[in-house]
């Protein structure tokens, strides 16, 4: 698979004029040969693709990298070893970068290695790379899946009211580790009463009370692949207004799932959800997008295709996005229900089994 993948960057480089190509981002990295230590640099060229690291990950990158050679250096200034190969730093040779991910001190560094090459960016070459998944890829996403929903199943019996946002996230990570999750997906969300408004609440030391709305937005990592799931649910009986936000945000989200489907343009997810909420009078309220690719590179959770009125991105076969439409009122709370879907030719195939109907704890 590494090897395939190389490959496609290969053609991408001599589409874009390019005699090479270096990979600084660690994601991106593990994608195209598999390490997974911290500290690497891989850089491909028509002809060869090697790969940089230090004394630390001798054994592991042996053991990982794969398509590319693996280069054990002396110290851990990967980007200054690029010296020690002059092929690199020949006069009018053309090398990209991605501007994305290598900071400017980096940049400067690789400037003074290879002063006769040309640099350019070239995010463009890894743009799109890994928003289509293939078997393995979407089986690793639906154990991550599988993983973060038993674990949510474990934790709403301690959901109560004194209990503290964070013990609720503490426990549920370490659900997801015990079931196999190799790390949380990002840190996790949970948020509970006015603090339900808050899209990217992470959890802290506020005590849930009774009558609180409770927002999990969470995930579990398999393979290196990522779930991210939301659901809420209220502490006691919910009030009519409660009930009222609920379904009309699930009403969006059911909307934007039935808009899933291979060829659709991604903003018309965003436009399925997004009219339900505005036309009951909460346009303001939804200020995010509906939705993002799952999986690698670069940003396991944000990645592409791009769901939001913003979009210019066209849904293909195979990739894996989110629709997680929500109502967020200042002060008071807010609902997100998110769910991780695969395009297919017919619609999409909704990865999850959590009930979404208003739990009341």
Known sequence: MSQQRIAAIRKRLEQENLDGLVVTELNQVRYLCGYTGSNGLLVITPQ?????????????????????????????????????????????????????????SGLERLKKVVPAAILVPADSVLEELGWVKDAGEIACITKAVQIAETALGRVLCLVKAGVREREVAAELEYQMAMLGSERPAFPTIIASGYRSAMPHGDA??????????????????????????????????????????????????????????????????????????TKAGYGKEFGHGT???????????????????????????????????????????????????????????????????????
Not at 293 to 298: D, K, L, T, V
Not at 320 to 327: D, N
């Open 48 to 104: 060869r693709a090697i790969f940089l690291t230090d004394f630390r990950y001798a054994d592991q990158c042996h053991q990982e990298v794969k398509g590319a050679r693996p280069m054990v250096m002396p110290k851990g200034d990967l980007i200054g070893c690029l010296a020690q190969y002059p092929q690199y730093n020949r006069k009018n040779i053309t090398l990209g970068f991605t501007q994305g991910t290598l900071s400017v």
């Open 204 to 277: 802290s030391s506020k005590k849930i009370r009774k009558g609180d709305f409770v927002t999990f937005d969470f995930g579990a990592t398999v393979g290196g692949y990522v779930s991210d799931i939301t659901r809420t649910v209220v502490v006691g009986k919910a009030s009519a207004r409660q009930k009222k936000i609920y379904r009309l945000v699930l009403k969006a989200q059911l909307a934007g799932l039935h808009k899933v489907k291979a060829g659709v343009p991604a903003k018309a997810v965003d436009e399925a959800c997004r009219r339900i909420i």
């Open 291 to 361: 939705g993002h690719g799952i999986g690698f590179p670069r940003d396991p959770i944000h990645t592409g295709p791009h769901v939001s009125s913003m979009s210019t991105d066209v849904l293909k076969l195979h990739q894996v996005i989110t629709v997680e439409p929500g109502i967020y009122i200042s002060g008071w709370g807010g609902v997100r229900i998110e769910d991780d879907v695969v395009v297919t030719r017919t619609g999409g195939k909704v990865l999850n089994k959590s009930p979404k109907n208003l739990l009341e704890l």
